[in-house]
């Protein structure tokens, strides 16, 4: 007898996989919860493609969806490739933009309006900020 479902976790691999051929040069983190958030999944990545552009790949996997109107969950048909029912609940995707990847921004936002560039500061582990916001143009 043959199971009409995926487990979470394979679910979670097959996710991967297709994140990666996707997105072959992008490192993507993949886990699921424990305990009473069983089957929900987190994907995150830092830096390369839009939360939209992942989501388009992450959104086939989810099996639920959540009304806040009305507090309730409800069932999405999302099947595998293989025909079986995704066995993961919930995704949340996040997105970390690194302080390199913030000051490349920065100095193309100032270059298209012909205004100095702000130094962007790293301020520990994924968080940065505008180091001098007095010389920012106004």
Same mark, same amino acid.
């Given at each position: 007898?043959?199971? $009409?479902?995926?487990?979470?976790?394979?679910?979670?691999?097959?996710?991967?996989?297709?994140?990666?051929?996707?997105?072959?040069?992008?490192?993507?983190?993949?886990?699921?919860?424990?305990?009473?958030?069983?089957?929900?999944?987190?994907?995150?990545?830092? $830096?390369?493609?839009?939360?939209? *552009?992942?989501?388009?790949?992450?959104?086939?996997?989810?099996?639920?969806?959540? /009304?806040?109107?009305?507090?309730?969950?409800?069932?999405? $048909?999302?099947? *595998?490739? /293989?025909?079986?029912?995704?066995?993961?609940?919930? *995704?949340?995707?996040?997105?970390?933009?690194?302080?390199?990847?913030?000051?490349?921004?920065?100095?193309?936002?100032?270059?298209?309006?012909?205004? $100095?560039?702000?130094?962007?500061?790293?301020?520990?582990?994924?968080?940065?900020?505008?180091? /001098?916001?007095?010389?920012?143009?106004?």
């Amino acid at each position: 007898m043959t199971r $009409d479902y995926a487990t979470p976790v394979e679910t979670s691999r097959i996710m991967k996989r297709a994140l990666r051929k996707r997105f072959p040069a992008i490192k993507f983190s993949v886990r699921l919860s424990r305990g009473t958030g069983w089957g929900n999944c987190s994907v995150r990545w830092t $830096d390369g493609p839009s939360t939209k *552009l992942v989501q388009e790949i992450t959104k086939r996997f989810e099996g639920s969806g959540f /009304d806040g109107m009305t507090d309730s969950s409800y069932h999405v $048909d999302n099947p *595998l490739p /293989d025909g079986r029912q995704t066995g993961i609940s919930l *995704l949340s995707e996040h997105r970390s933009i690194s302080a390199t990847f913030a000051q490349r921004l920065a100095n193309a936002v100032a270059n298209f309006y012909g205004v $100095d560039s702000p130094q962007v500061k790293e301020n520990g582990s994924e968080y940065w900020e505008i180091a /001098d916001l007095a010389n920012v143009a106004r």
